[in-house]
Antibody, heavy 120, light 109 residues
Framework: QVQLVESGGGVVQPGGSLRLSCAAS????????MHWVRQAPGKGLEWVAF????????YYADSVKGRFTISRDNSKNTLYLQMNSLRAEDTAVYYC?????????????WGQGTLVTVSS | EIVLTQSPATLSLSPGERATLSCRAS??????LAWYQQKPGQAPRLLIY???NRATGIPARFSGSGSGTDFTLTISSLEPEDFAVYYC???????????FGPGTKVDIK
């Protein structure tokens, strides 16, 4: 069955960096687009970034553009999110989520999330 | 940018009752609308896609309807495990971004 397992979260100071990983299994990772979606404590869901199955196209929310970079290693079945210049408002649980086909508009599977806390 | 509005913010019902949740888009999204359920401490789960198609393993008591700007998620008879927060979601092509509604919390009356 599809499994997505995030890691790399933790506490970081404002202005710092962190790299999140999402290990995928149970499906042909290299055939599907992947997303990062976040949820601040007690708040709703916010889409962060998308990468096409082959890494050729990447899209970002305005709130993270220029600071976050999404990437993938299809040989390792792993999705990444490099987060730089972190701000307090980036504090959230970060989920990786799978696109059901190549470039759909919704997410069919989600990981359990990893918590990122930006605080001094 | 398309904005999604959900109503009500909170719905207080008893097990066995029917729940009707609304999602309105600021402009037409055709039938490209999805619904998710999220329980405390858990990841969201896909319920409905393309406005009315149930995702794999979703019970028949969940149904979706609508097109254009007005959508409805209906739970025909609430089970104890259905008390949760429900989000609608869509994608716009220009700019290319994905948006969620603010959510409707269904809690026990």
């Amino acid at each position: 069955q599809v499994q997505l397992v995030e890691s790399g979260g933790g506490v970081v100071q404002p202005g710092g960096s962190l790299r999140l990983s999402c290990a995928a299994s149970g499906f042909t990772f290299s055939s599907y687009g992947m997303h990062w979606v976040r949820q601040a404590p007690g708040k709703g869901l916010e889409w962060v970034a998308f990468i096409r199955y082959d890494g050729s196209n990447k899209y970002y929310a305005d709130s993270v553009k220029g600071r976050f970079t999404i990437s993938r290693d299809n040989s390792k079945n792993t999705l990444y999110l490099q987060m730089n210049s972190l701000r307090a408002e980036d504090t959230a649980v970060y989920y990786c989520a799978k696109d059901p086909t190549g470039e759909e508009y919704y997410f069919d599977y989600w990981g359990q999330g990893t918590l990122v806390t930006v605080s001094s | 940018e398309i904005v999604l509005t959900q109503s009500p913010a909170t719905l207080s019902l008893s097990p066995g009752e029917r729940a009707t949740l609304s999602c309105r888009a600021s402009q037409s999204v055709s039938s490209y609308l999805a619904w998710y359920q999220q329980k405390p401490g858990q990841a969201p789960r896909l319920l409905i896609y393309d406005a009315s198609n149930r995702a794999t393993g979703i019970p028949a008591r969940f149904s979706g309807s609508g097109s254009g700007t007005d959508f409805t998620l209906t739970i025909s008879s609430l089970e104890p495990e259905d008390f949760a927060v429900y989000y609608c979601q869509q994608r716009s092509n220009w700019p290319f971004l994905f948006t969620f509604g603010p959510g409707t919390k269904v809690d026990i009356k």
